[in-house]
């Protein structure tokens, strides 16, 4: 199977697209409806882009708007991200506060904070985060930012709103995700000045002005995951590519406690080796290198038919459980409590009509679907 470039990569450096002063040639950007509205919110602060394929061109020097429209932001939550360079290449960014969404309430006081601390001024109202810098060259301050926790989101958009302040920016207890470090790296590629991502400690010197690049972005952990569950719920062999195996440790790890075997064939190569063998085992979702929660609905359908008991515990998101329901209509064996499900291992599944909730969850129920 042929992975895609990441999904959460993709939207945010296309985001931080938004720093470059001029031009940026984007590859290896999924075909996904949430790059399409990424692109339309883009295009609607007037940005030129410019689709080939996997390969996106931004033409910025038209780039003028601060304000992306509220009916395409309350869609698509990594677009709030956005305010980080849209403020940091403005002085000011009136944007839309993410809805709720399905997985949980997802609040953006981190983003918030972090920005004040760097002194933008900041009001809440109506729904909307009006953002702006005051003095005369309008520039964010560089400032020492303590996440209280490491959410991916807040990393990223501070990350980016610092790469053109005045001074130098620490970001404590960041999230270490590999696409906190894709987009930093995607930033370095414009000259800015980062060290320390993928650890909880990023600094970022602010520079002037930041230039055009041509930057790949990093294949999808979750898509390539997702296909090793597949293989190992229908006990056949699938290699996936090109799959970074290290970004996928804690997942590999559980499924060689499930029983599957995973082969790293090469460094951009992995595969599942049937082993007839599907045994329970216990999951607690957490930020990176933890087991991801993004994983979390695909390994719970693949636990309902391993043999014996699991407990599956979220504590990344607070409603991100509602696969349940859909995979007990299949014939699981599930209950949950607070944010505890406890599969009972059942011999086989049925078909039945299911409903997708969240994009992770309509991944299970097709996995589920396979076996
Ligand atoms: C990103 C990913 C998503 C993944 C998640 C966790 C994108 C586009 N999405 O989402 O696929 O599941 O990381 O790995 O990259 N929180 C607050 N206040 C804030 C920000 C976050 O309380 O200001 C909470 C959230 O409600 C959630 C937790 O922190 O409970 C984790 O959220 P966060 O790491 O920010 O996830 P996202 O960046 O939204």
């Not at 696409?179 to 370095?188: G, M």
């Not at 804690?250 to 995973?262: S, W």
């Amino acid at each position: 199977m042929k992975v895609s470039g990441a999904k959460n990569s993709a939207l945010v450096v296309m985001a931080g697209a938004l720093l470059c002063k001029s031009e940026c040639r984007l590859r290896n950007i999924p075909g996904l409806v949430d790059v399409d509205k990424m692109c339309q919110i883009i295009e609607a602060l007037g940005v030129k882009i410019q689709r080939n394929d996997d390969v996106l061109d931004f033409d910025m020097t038209g780039f003028n708007c601060h304000t992306p429209p509220f009916e395409l932001v309350s869609k698509l939550r990594a677009a709030f991200f956005a305010i980080g360079p849209i403020l940091a290449r403005l002085g000011v960014a009136k944007v839309p506060l993410p809805g709720g969404c399905s997985i949980g309430a997802r609040p953006v006081e981190l983003h918030v904070r972090g920005l004040q601390a760097m002194g933008a001024h900041v009001e809440i109202a109506h729904g909307i985060v009006n953002a702006y810098v005051t003095g005369v060259n309008k520039r964010l301050q560089g400032a020492k930012i303590y996440l209280d926790y490491p959410s991916v989101g807040a990393t990223e958009t501070l990350m980016m709103a610092a790469t053109l302040a005045d001074g130098e920016t620490i970001l404590e207890n960041a999230a270490k995700e590999p696409e906190v470090v894709d987009l930093a790296n995607f930033c370095i590629s414009i000259g800015a000045k980062i060290t320390g991502a993928g650890t909880d400690r990023i600094v970022i010197v602010g520079v002037q002005e930041l230039h055009a690049t041509e930057y790949s972005i990093i294949s999808d952990r979750v898509e390539a995951a997702t296909f090793l569950v597949a293989g190992a719920i229908t006990n056949s062999e699938i290699t996936v590519f090109p799959a970074i195996s290290s970004h996928l440790a804690a997942a590999v790890a559980k499924l060689e406690q499930i029983g599957a075997r995973i082969a790293i064939d090469s460094p951009d190569r992995m595969r599942t080796i049937p082993t007839g063998i599907l045994r329970g085992t216990d999951i607690e979702t957490l930020p990176y290198p933890a087991f991801p929660t993004d994983m979390q609905a695909q390994f719970m359908a693949l636990l309902a038919v391993s043999e014996g008991s699991s407990v599956i515990t979220e504590t990344v998101f607070e409603n991100r459980l509602q696969h349940v329901a859909e995979l007990k209509r299949m014939g699981a064996n599930i209950k949950v409590k607070g944010n505890h499900a406890i599969v009972e291992g059942v011999l086989a599944l049925s078909g039945a009509t299911v409903t997708a909730t969240d994009l992770r969850a309509s991944a299970a129920l097709v996995i589920a679907g396979l076996a």
